[in-house]
Every structure is written in structure tokens, then in C-alpha cells.
């Protein structure tokens, strides 16, 4: 079974500033897709970048980016010029060709104004 | 079209008693999934259908849980005799299967609360 892991349980960053969220994952896959998933308070999950194991280039959506490292397991998603609204609980997810993610524990964004 | 919908989104309930959720999925999507969400941790999975046919279901899943999605389109989730490990928020996504990047959308969840 596939673990991913989320270290750090709440991170706090002041608005325009950068934080970054770790993630590393367990698979003996060599193919898979792995994302970071953004559940503001009350609200639903929505996807914010996802990443092709396949794919050596870092994916990038606008002030979001990833440093995905296949070899050491690891995915961490960078937010830049952090925002009011990146406030939410994020989650780091594995998929791979068979039908569910599994979710890492989430880590909680506070953006200080 | 507007998203995947769930309802209700909150439900109360007493021990013991019988609680159905449904789910609408995107209306195209034809793989639905259940996650269950307890507070401060991640989603997991439940079970997963691909139009009608249900494919898996989590260890999680007891006996008392039943999920079905007469015809592929929305899915309902029962649980009966409810106990007070029940309490989780209940999400729904939908995906199309032939999707390049294999998105799951999700749904605004049930929030089940029992006393």
C-alpha cells in the first residue's frame, strides 16, 4: 500500500512571503501521478498542481510550484507571494493506475496579513 | 454544470439510527469514489464505482455501510445502525476515466455528526 506523508502538521506565513510544504510518499511504482490538493475552511477540495512521475520537469500553476525528487520520494509544493486566500489545509496525494488517491494528513496554511 | 453535489451536507443522527447521503456526480464522469474525512486528517477511501458497477471496497467499508449507483449516474451511501466512530465528513468525486491527468473533483462533503 502507498503512504504519503505530511510532516508538518501547520505552517504560518505572512502575506507575500513564500512557504513551502513537504510531502514524501512510499511506492514501488515507477509510474504514478502525485498532487497537492487545497480545502479552504468549509469548503470543498480543489486540485492545485499535480505532477507526472514521468515528467522530470517541476510543474508550475502560477504562484504554485513543485520540486518533485522521484529518487528521494519527495514532493513539496512552494506557494510564492502567499495570498489571504491560499488559507486552507492542503494535502499531498498519490495516485497511480488503479482508482483511489491516498492523502497524506494535511498541513494547515495560516497567512498572516 | 456546476460541480459534484452532495446531500445533505450536514446530518445529524442518533445511535443506532439509518443514514443515506447522495451523491451527484459531473455529469460525463463516469468513475464516482467515497472518502470518509475525520477532523484534522486527510481523506480515505471507502469505495469506488465505475459507471454502475461498484470495483473496490476499503476494509474500511463494515457491513454496515452500503453504497450503490443504480444506472451510472448518482451514487447513494448508507450507513446503518450508526455508532459514534461514524462521525466524519463524507466526500464524493467523480473523474473521467479516460482523462489525461486523471482529476478527481470533489464534492462539498456530508458533515455526520452522531450523538
Known amino acids: 500500500a502507498q503512504t504519503v506523508t505530511q510532516s508538518q502538521p501547520e505552517m504560518s506565513v505572512q502575506e507575500a512571503e513564500t512557504v513551502t510544504l513537504s510531502c514524501t510518499y512510499d511506492t514501488s511504482e515507477s509510474d504514478y501521478y502525485l498532487f497537492w490538493y487545497k480545502q479552504p475552511p468549509s469548503r470543498q477540495m480543489i486540485l492545485v498542481i499535480r505532477q507526472e512521475a514521468y515528467k522530470q520537469q517541476n510543474a508550475t500553476e502560477n504562484r504554485f510550484s513543485v520540486n518533485f525528487q522521484k529518487a528521494a520520494k519527495s514532493f513539496s509544493l512552494k506557494i510564492s507571494d502567499s495570498q489571504l486566500g491560499d488559507a486552507a489545509m492542503y494535502f499531498c496525494?498519490?495516485?497511480?493506475?488503479?482508482?483511489?488517491?491516498?492523502f497524506g494528513a494535511g498541513t494547515t496554511v495560516t497567512v498572516r496579513a | 454544470d456546476t460541480g459534484v453535489s452532495q446531500d445533505p451536507r450536514h446530518k445529524i443522527t442518533k445511535r443506532g439510527q439509518n443514514v443515506t447521503f447522495r451523491c451527484d456526480p459531473i455529469s460525463e464522469h463516469n468513475r464516482l469514489y467515497w472518502y470518509r474525512q475525520t477532523l484534522g486528517q486527510g481523506p480515505e477511501f471507502l469505495t469506488y464505482?465505475?459507471?454502475?458497477?461498484?470495483?473496490?471496497k476499503s476494509r474500511l467499508l463494515s457491513d454496515r455501510f452500503s453504497a450503490e449507483r443504480p444506472k451510472g449516474s448518482f451514487s447513494t451511501l448508507e450507513i446503518q445502525r450508526t455508532e459514534q466512530g461514524d462521525s466524519a465528513m463524507y466526500l464524493c468525486a467523480s473523474s473521467f476515466r479516460l482523462a489525461e491527468h486523471y482529476e478527481q473533483f470533489f464534492g462539498p462533503g456530508t458533515r455526520l455528526t452522531v450523538l
Open positions: 496525494a498519490y495516485w497511480n493506475d488503479d482508482y483511489k488517491l491516498s
Open positions: 464505482f465505475q459507471n454502475e458497477a461498484q470495483l473496490e
